[in-house]
């Protein structure tokens, strides 16, 4: 079966959520950086992190999965996913050594 693709956008629950998180968001966010270095780790993603856009910082991620419900599955285990929402879509990409 041919891998799949999928962007994942990060939207954070406030404009300002980067600048302003309180120390248990902060651990959040921390577990969700842990959880998508561990994605990384087992193939499943090509790779994320925030992008630092002046309107609002928000996150990216690539997924690699086999279909759809399992990047929506992913998305919901991310300990992110408890303070702000994902929006994904599939990605059309040729990616080296995939």
């Not at 041919?2 to 120390?23: C, G, H, I, N, W």
């Not at 599955?73 to 050594?97: C, F, M």
């Amino acid at each position: 079966m041919q891998k799949k693709y999928f962007f994942l956008k990060l939207v954070p629950s406030r404009p300002d959520f980067a600048q302003t998180m309180s120390e248990e968001e902060r651990k959040i966010m921390s577990e969700h950086s842990q959880y998508w270095t561990e994605l990384m780790n087992k193939g499943l993603a090509l790779l994320f992190g925030p992008v630092l856009d002046p309107g609002g910082t928000f996150g990216i991620g690539i997924l690699i999965v086999d279909k759809e419900d399992q990047a929506h599955e992913l998305a919901a285990q991310d300990p992110a996913s408890k303070l702000n929402r994902y929006e994904i879509n599939p990605l059309l990409a040729k990616v080296a050594g995939h």
